[in-house]
């Protein structure tokens, strides 16, 4: 999730999503490893947005958490379709409001078959929502928390100055498996989440023209079975779809996928089905489209 709270209109956008999805991309086998479909703004139309997924390729997402409330919407929506699953966490902007009773209610949602992975947790010292202090109890101990349960987490870093790093390697000896979600880091850190056994996603910056460019650089250092792709809907539209629309949603990880591609000379198809494996290990579901 990004710390921006904007709010995006969705008024006819169900007549001209279709119209950006190139027909070559509806054989490519999708997977969304990072989404926010419990957001408000979802709420006029998330069946139409569920069934653009599908309709583009889509075998299966992930909808991730940012809090107790989150979380549990985040489990009512994985209900709805086969193919979609939730993680359960408390966002580092949320770390303040966290306490050891809903820590625990979490860990009881944990239990819920539909329930893939921990997350999102990390810190972000960006904005600084929740104080340094709070965020990395909460980490630590949320880590802790995924361990016992033996779920994979997804993890959220922004502007740590290494802190981040330092506690996970603290962390390490403890089997620690995940992803860094929305991997706009350098080269340092990336090899470092590699040597740590961590999985990288990337978002639609990978698309934009100047933002992207330093993350364009390293993608082909990164193994492709590691690799997964990601929306962080409603936000982080790709392009070319944020020409058109300001809210991003999951059918258009399809337009990460043909960038990857193009980036690391591979078949989108073959990439595709090589990422849609890599969720699947990393999340150890059961059945996908």
């Not at 009773?101 to 944990?110: D, Q, V």
């Not at 909460?138 to 922004?158: M, N, V």
């Not at 390697?169 to 860094?180: I, M, P």
Request: proline share 5%; hydrophobic share 45%; aromatic share 6%.
């Amino acid at each position: 999730m990004t710390p921006d709270t904007q709010r995006f209109s969705v008024n006819g956008i169900a007549l001209r999503v279709a119209a950006l999805i190139p027909e070559s991309v509806s054989i490519m086998k999708l997977f969304d490893s990072h989404c926010h479909l419990d957001d408000p703004v979802f709420a006029p139309d998330l069946d139409a947005v569920l069934d653009r997924f599908s309709t583009a390729g889509g075998a299966g997402l992930m909808i991730a958490g940012i809090d107790e409330k989150s979380c549990r919407a985040a489990v009512r929506l994985a209900e709805t379709r086969d193919f979609c699953w939730a993680a359960v966490g408390v966002h580092p902007h949320h770390a303040s409001e966290c306490t050891e009773e809903s820590l625990e209610a979490l860990i009881r949602l944990a239990a819920h078959p539909k329930v893939r992975a921990w997350g999102e947790i990390g810190l972000d010292f960006n904005r600084m929502y929740s104080p340094i202090a709070d965020q990395e109890k909460w980490l630590e101990r949320q880590i802790e928390a995924a361990g016992a349960l033996e779920l994979p987490i997804i993890f959220h870093e922004r502007d740590s100055g290494g802190r981040f790093l330092e506690l996970l390697r603290a962390h390490a000896d403890s089997g620690l498996k995940g992803v860094v979600h929305c991997f706009s880091g350098n080269r340092r850190e990336l090899e470092a989440y590699l040597e740590l056994g961590l999985c990288i996603g990337v978002t639609g910056i990978v698309t934009l023209q100047e933002r992207g460019a330093g993350l364009r650089e390293l993608i082909p250092a990164i193994p492709e079975t590691r690799l997964l792709a990601e929306t962080d809907a409603p936000w982080l539209t790709p392009s070319p779809e944020r020409n058109r629309f300001r809210r991003n949603e999951p059918a258009f990880v399809s337009s990460v996928v043909l960038r990857l591609a193009a980036l690391m000379d591979r078949d989108p198809d073959q990439l595709a089905q090589t990422l849609f494996d890599n969720a699947r290990r990393l999340f150890q579901f059961s059945h996908g489209r």
